[in-house]
């Protein structure tokens, strides 16, 4: 059964830092590409980060460019979100996904997500 | 950058058609993916591909793709059935990924 578990969300004040973990099983972690989407309370789905199967390519949403870093350990089987500079609209609750196939595959797997609290 | 627009509610009574709509300059040249979110949970993923399910998904959704137009359909609509639904996109000029504003579907 595949399993996608988020960790590392909470409470942090504006310019502050956190890192996001996401604990993959149940796949072959290695073979995927993943990604990161937000939802910030009450409102849609947003894209953050992608990462491709190796780590080699990376590619990230404008408001967060420079602010945040996608990465991720295969012998861990983990992906994680580094996040810089933190905003209070970065509030949010953070997925992980799973994408099947490659750049405009499907987000077939996701995680129940991890809340963010950026707040003085 | 690129744009999908969804209505933001469709009402339908049970047993009905429920039709979403996303627009999106000549989106019927990308591949469409669209997800099923109730409250309180992690999004699923209910068509992708434009027309195809995934396995445990009731034939009742169905999907198809043209010009600017993509439409998720949801055939014999259930209470079931009442949640936010998104379509998503991957802009290759941007490598970016894109989802819809999303719509709520209220079954009456």
């Known amino acids: 059964e595949v399993q996608l578990v988020e960790s590392g969300g909470g409470l942090v004040q504006p310019g502050g830092s956190l890192r996001l973990s996401c604990a993959a099983s149940g796949f072959t972690f290695s073979s995927y590409w993943m990604h990161w989407v937000r939802q910030a309370p009450g409102k849609g789905l947003v894209w953050v980060s992608r990462i491709n199967s190796d780590g080699s390519s990376t590619s990230y949403a404008d408001s967060v460019k420079g602010r945040f870093t996608i990465s991720r350990d295969n012998a861990k089987n983990t992906l994680y979100l580094q996040m810089n500079s933190l905003r209070a609209e970065d509030t949010a609750v953070y997925y992980c996904a799973r994408m099947s196939g490659s750049y405009n595959g499907a987000f077939d797997y996701w995680g129940q997500g991890t809340l963010v609290t950026v707040s003085s | 950058s690129y744009v999908l627009t969804q209505p933001p509610s469709v009402s339908v009574a049970p047993g009905q058609t429920a039709r979403i709509t996303c627009g999106g300059n000549?989106?019927?040249?990308?591949?469409v993916h669209w997800y099923q979110q109730k409250p309180g949970q992690a999004p699923v993923l209910v068509v992708y591909?434009?027309?195809d399910r995934p396995s445990g998904i009731p034939e009742r959704f169905s999907g198809s793709n043209s010009g600017n137009t993509a439409t998720l359909t949801i055939s014999r609509v259930e209470a079931g059935d009442e949640a936010d639904y998104y379509c998503?996109?991957?802009?290759?000029?941007?490598?970016?990924?894109?989802f819809g504003t999303g719509t709520k579907v209220t079954v009456l």
């Open positions: 591909d434009d027309s």
């Open positions: 000549n989106i019927g040249s990308k591949s």
């Open positions: 998503q996109v991957w802009d290759s000029s941007s490598d970016h990924y894109v």
